[in-house]
């Protein structure tokens, strides 16, 4: 980040919504809405969206490189995404953009394409509720949460979810009808990290949820770069000559015993 | 291991067995001979049991020696372990052999020793349901085991359970009255592997369950000492003095650009 | 694993070896070659070889059915090897085939594919001294290693090496440059386990040495499958209906609090 | 933390600098001023110091309770440090404050007891030249940093090194003598956080190092507590009664194939 404003860019698929009269009812002005709405109330994000039927699929590479994190919902249209779309945002999620993965996104060929393994899972819609468990209360993304909070009808996912194991777990779920999920799981990946968030379903009022919308804008906060100032002068460091080590000859003493 | 054959030590506090009738009626000789009895029945294991009450709380030093692999089941005399005793199987893990902590050994003196945490969680006795789900498919103490699997009455754990993050995560249990647990974690801890798993409870027949006996044979091979085969040799070679090196006077080119 | 036996494919771009004259008497039959006969000296492990240049590139599906692992060596060829047998080696790896990657396959497709990032890093051929450091003792990749070896000339590679957080880090190594680097790295992919290992370079005997072709045949032993015995199995239990929990009426006791 | 100050205390044993005069002309003040003084002229810290030989060895209940981050470094007096200190200032950790561990503090009482192991690695008075390589970039503590930096003089500390995998890995040292370290090292242990941070000794002038003190300062940010607001408040929830769920009776459909 060239300064402290913090650049998201909320991605939807955006077709549910067109087509169908109850997700229209929930999310009139589409999903991707419904989340931006709530992220402009927080400090210090600058948030706009973008919709697959837009020109370039909306991830133009001027979006791209004035994005920190992306926020990202799909379902019906995976294999509409472009490959070259999908090279794009992998591409700058290693050079630093943050990308943040809700519910069916777990199918993108984005995620997918992150993670290496088919991503995945158990599922069944049975308006279930859902109890989600915060399993490392530490963790900035838990922030302000309680150690659960509920969800009274949500679309089932279960384990085994084909991931690779996060390098940090946040939540797990607990459903209706006796299934468990890793629900809130962290990747590092080149510069980027990658947080991926399960509840969600487009004939559901999940994202009007307060506890949804706090980890939301929590994991945006966690998702923007925060290692060195600038990625465009730590790769550029990593090309200049390294000087080689040309030792002083010293008398070594032999190594101590650990046993100190 | 100076052989192929696994030494395991069944440790079992053995205390409501000796007072409660329903305990007794479940496990007559006692959880460890219950545990010892299915592991008698593997090949390429030596099984022995010790109790609390025994000399030396049945952890003498010549019996950790022996032991390759440490079952541990406590719970109502958690404190009368002597801190000695404590000191000495720590020690003896750091050094190489395995450790299988078993449901409310989570509590124990040895278990929050090694894992620096208080190890709290949450519980609640209502003989409710608990389906263990697997979630590291290819892990060795899952080998054998279907997606998930059910205990019709056990004591439930819930999250927040205060352990660092596992290793290798292996199953994460459910429970009827809405709650999850992250129920069998595996750690490596010095030259010892450590593995805690839920399940269990004196007032019901767990130990008596085909799947939790094969989780337990399963753990006990993957405790096992698998690296270097001398233990002994290692440290050893740690205490020899290392040669410094006094590199050559090579002209090495500037480093390479990473993208070759 | 039908059996004790594993099967195990040893893969070569086997470029170098035809053009070049030092490669050539370092490896008169090929990279391939020199580790095959070494890992046919071992007990239970079927070895074979495949080649770039065979039809299907070595790899049509039967072969990977019949390989359990598969090590891969490649360096000037990688954008030879075809997408489809990308994705071929890919699904194979996430039903449960282990894949042992050795040095420059860093920057092959399949190893790209699996961790999401670019898999770059900085390098020197310079005939440096390598110092290959065992951090992780207990791991069975390090079985009967001591606790440092070295290469008397190596290309050198050096951090940052752009991967994943491996799921285990067994070895570091330290070069005469002043560099260092993650030289043994664990990850565990869907069913399958990779393992990659920096040590190699065409034009060094890094092959022909004891212990660089002790942790390979470790390697092998530690990637082969060992979750559920049968992968076909495992997924076909996932695809059955799961009947969901009509919990009885019980009346819970509130949840105690955690500091029994 | 109850405002966006964060309060740090430097803890010293302070023995070296009574009785060394070169350590005295390096540290006249002691090494925790030397810290202190860095960390005064960074924003939103308040920071104030505590050394051995004070009343309650300078960490009084009342110290911790005001204390979000504490550095620790200790070298010869280990022993001295009273294991009701350690028992405090461990509850406090596991509470939330986070804890920096310099150098030869790896073997404090404090230290060991968070890790449970023994904590020993091998090491070397030589003067030596050390370069610590960033190996995870996007890591907070690494924020304006280069690829590597260097020390001049260190004492050599190296694998193995005997601790927990870390949680996360931000730097690998490079020795002359031909050693390689894990001299970054975060952990997560209950509601607080930890860092290893491996230079440091206290007859060169490391404290003085720009770099060095850019990562303490770093590193002091990234281990405030950054979970939820209030830790009283996360543990008094996990003590109130939790709802258990008594689930409607729908008629769930079969599980759905993962293949959807």
């Not at 700058?92 to 809700?102: A, D, E, K, T």
């Not at 995620?111 to 158990?122: I, N, P, S, V």
Request: hydrophobic letters at 40%; a negative charge; charged letters at 20%.
């Amino acid at each position: 980040m060239s300064s402290d404003i913090i650049r998201v860019t909320v991605w939807n698929e955006f077709r549910h919504e067109k087509v169908n009269a109850t997700v229209r009812s929930l999310y009139p002005e589409g999903i991707h809405e419904a989340i931006a709405t709530h992220l402009r109330t927080q400090p210090a994000l600058a948030v706009r969206t973008a919709t697959l039927d837009e020109p370039e699929q909306g991830l133009a590479q001027e979006v791209l490189e004035g994005t920190d994190v992306l926020i990202w919902w799909g379902h019906a249209a995976h294999n509409e995404v472009q490959d070259e779309v999908v090279d794009r945002v992998q591409q700058r999620i290693l050079n630093g953009m943050g990308l943040i993965v809700l519910h069916s996104g777990h199918y993108s060929k984005i995620f997918r394409r992150m993670m290496g393994t088919t991503c995945l899972l158990r599922w069944r819609e049975a308006a279930e509720r859902e109890r989600i468990w915060v399993v490392h209360p530490s963790h900035p993304i838990a922030a302000g949460l309680p150690p659960y909070f509920e969800l009274e009808h949500t679309e089932m996912y279960g384990e085994h979810f084909d991931i690779p194991a996060p390098d940090e777990l946040v939540f797990i779920s607990w459903f209706e009808g006796g299934e468990v999920f890793r629900s809130g799981c962290c990747f590092y990946r080149g510069l980027g990290r990658i947080f991926y968030f399960r509840p969600g379903h487009e004939i559901y009022p999940i994202y009007h949820d307060a506890n949804v919308l706090r980890v939301i804008s929590n994991a945006v906060r966690w998702a923007a770069f925060q290692g060195n100032a600038s990625v465009k002068d730590y790769y550029g460091a990593m090309t200049e000559p390294i000087e080689t080590i040309a030792p002083k000859d010293y008398q070594a003493e032999p190594i101590q015993h650990p046993g100190r």
